[in-house]
């Protein structure tokens, strides 16, 4: 397994501890989190965890966990089978185990390289503690220094949004699948990765991104939304914490 494979892997496992008999786990999407969600499968196997059920965030996922063995819901059944928490507007998820593209140093995030953003981010909001999982290559001072921003946008509105996005001077990339055509995500829109160099104020940039219509969502999660942040390195683990 390559360094970074390994590292990955140990942050996810990390995670994986924190998960306890009974709990509603968040399942994310990509390679880190994957680790995660099969560490899990196998405490659930051995009969190290218990009445555990997870909540995909996205089709691929709900794939690997129910091969896997993982009991899932979505979480529209997670809601309709608490009704007397859902009328206290309860965060119904216990723990989400996620990764990211990029963590700067005040724990806000860049998601969405593996294109399940949208479902992520409803995840992650719906959840208590936001557990994020990177090895040490994922860490900048600010976001935009190693990757772009991930935007989901409606079909109907690609041009406009495109057009929108460009005159931020963002350089703008329509994603493609592995056949050359538009990638589609789980709710049926397309992705633009989107360059907007270094970004100074990535609540600012919610702020515009959150007011276009034709953009469903997008790829900045800002640190309210985070808990921890697992990161592992060669010199060992660090857990980070959002103030
Ligand atoms: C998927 C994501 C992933 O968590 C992110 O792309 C990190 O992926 P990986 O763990 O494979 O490096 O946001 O939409």
Known sequence: MDNNIELKKSAAEAAVEEVKDGMIVGL???????????????????????????????KRTEHLAIQLGIPVLSLNELFSQNQKLRTQNERLIDITIDGADEVDANLNLIKGGGGALLREKVIAQNTKSFLVVIDESKLSNKLGEKFFVPIEVLQFALESE??????????????????????????GNFILDVEFGIIE???????????????????????????KVYCS???GMKILYAS
Not at 32 to 52: D, M, P, Q, V
Not at 163 to 186: M, Q
């Open 28 to 58: 994310g999407t990509g390679s880190t989190a994957r680790f995660a969600i099969e560490k899990l499968a196998n405490k659930i196997k051995e009969g190290k965890l218990k009445n555990i059920y997870g909540i995909p965030t996205s």
């Open 162 to 187: 495109k057009a929108f996005l460009e005159s931020l001077n963002a350089k703008v990339r329509l994603r493609k699948d592995e056949n050359g055509k538009p990638y589609v995500t789980d709710e």
């Open 201 to 227: 104020n990535p609540a600012k940039l919610n702020e515009i991104l959150n007011e276009r219509a034709g953009i469903v969502e997008h790829g900045i999660f800002l640190n309210k939304l985070v808990d």
């Open 233 to 235: 390195s060669n010199s």
